[in-house]
Every structure is written in C-alpha cells, then in structure tokens.
C-alpha cells in the first residue's frame, strides 16, 4: 500500500486563504482519483471534493481542490476562511492493485 | 436523499463477537458498491472494508482480514459487518458509507471492547 500524508494542523486567520497537501508515497497521484472530508467534532464526515476537483452540490464555491503530478501531491484550498470551516480535513484514494481505500491521517484546520 | 443509518453497537469484552448493521434508504442500494470505515477515539479515519454491489466481492484491510466479514442483503437494503475475536484496538465509531462522487456517510455506531 501506498500512504498519503497530510500536515497534522494549519491555522489561518478569518477571510484568508489555505492550502492543505496531501501527498502520495509511491505510485502516481492522478492514477486514482482523490477526494476531501471535512469533519467537524462530533460529527460524521462530509464530502468537500470527489474526483480530484469537483464539489458536490452544497458545497461553497471556496472550497476547491487539485492534484499536481509535479509534487505527486493532491491539495484542498479554502479561500475566504470563514471560523465555521474550523474542522479536520481528510483526503482520500484508492489502491487500485488491492483493492483498498486509503485515508491520509487529517489536517486539523484553525480559523483564529 | 441519501439515508444510512447504524446500529448494533456498544460495549462487548475482549474476545467477543459483535454485528453491525446498516440500513440504506434514498437510493437504490443494490446499485452500489458499499464500505465500512472506523475511527477510534480522538484518532483519524481508517477503512476497514467494501463489498460491491451484488455481493460477489469482498476487500478488507489487512489488519482485519480474517477476523471482520462484510456482507449485505440486498432485499432488506441493509449492510453488516460481523467482528469476532474483538481486541481493545477495535474500539471506535464505526460508518457505513456509500461511494459515488466521494462517500455519503451514516451517523456511526461506537463500539467499545473493555473488560
């Protein structure tokens, strides 16, 4: 199995922009689709991206996400940080050769 | 709209057996593949297994394969995870989830395996 890693927390203040990284160990990024989580405590995870970059319906514009090949790295960015997207965030692939699904081990977002 | 909700959990000693189930409403359940995934307190997310929509596959991660088994009744639109031989470790929130354009999760049922 391959692993995806994530920064263990980021901060940001209110109305600015944040960038959470998720990186593959081996194997290439755009080889299966990556998708987002947010989980907010106490509560069930929802989904923020699916397929790399699409946001399911409900979800703000500010929200989007993205893989680059370069860095073999999938990434969420929040724009226009609101104290409400103060939540941990996962990403999520698949091995494809298993099949398994993979979680990276979260990113907590502070909005301070 | 997508409804999962979980039942059967609580609190069971080591060595025991526990069975969760999962009944599915808003969809047609019998089109989808469908997962299990847990979270132990305070800790991430992390897969435990999938069994495809007819019922003729099933994966497991490996720190659970042999123990866990994932099955499904189609008729009854419901999902189940049976766990023998439950350890301390598994103690945790168990989702059932549904994957098509990212998961769409249940409320979780917790599961607590202590003396």
């Known amino acids: 199995n391959f692993m995806l890693t994530q920064p263990h927390s980021v901060s940001e203040s209110p109305g600015e922009t944040v960038t959470i990284s998720c990186t593959r160990s081996?194997?290439?990024?755009?080889?299966?689709?990556v998708q987002w989580y947010q989980q907010r405590p106490g509560s069930a995870p929802t989904t923020m991206i699916y397929e790399n970059d699409q946001r399911p319906s409900g979800v703000p514009y500010r929200f989007s996400g993205s893989i680059d090949s370069s860095s073999n790295s999938a990434s969420l960015t929040i724009s226009g940080l609101k104290t409400e997207d103060e939540a941990d965030y996962y990403c999520q692939s698949y091995d494809s050769t298993k099949p398994h699904v993979i979680f990276g081990g979260g990113t907590k977002l502070t909005v301070l | 709209q997508v409804q999962l909700v979980e039942s059967g959990g609580g609190v069971v000693q080591p060595g025991r057996s526990l069975r969760l189930s999962c009944a599915a409403s808003g969809f047609t359940f019998s089109s989808y593949s469908m997962h299990w995934v847990r979270q132990a307190p305070g800790k991430g997310l992390e897969w435990v297994a999938v069994i495809l929509n007819d019922g003729s596959n099933q994966y497991y991660a490996d720190s659970m394969k042999g123990r866990f088994t994932i099955s499904r009744d189609n008729s009854r639109k419901t999902l189940y995870l049976q766990m023998n031989s439950l350890r301390a470790e598994d103690t945790a929130v168990y989702y059932c989830?549904?994957?098509?354009?990212?998961?769409?999760w249940g409320q979780g049922t917790l599961v607590t395996v202590s003396s």
């Open positions: 081996s194997g290439s990024i755009a080889s299966n689709s």
């Open positions: 989830a549904r994957d098509s354009r990212g998961y769409s």
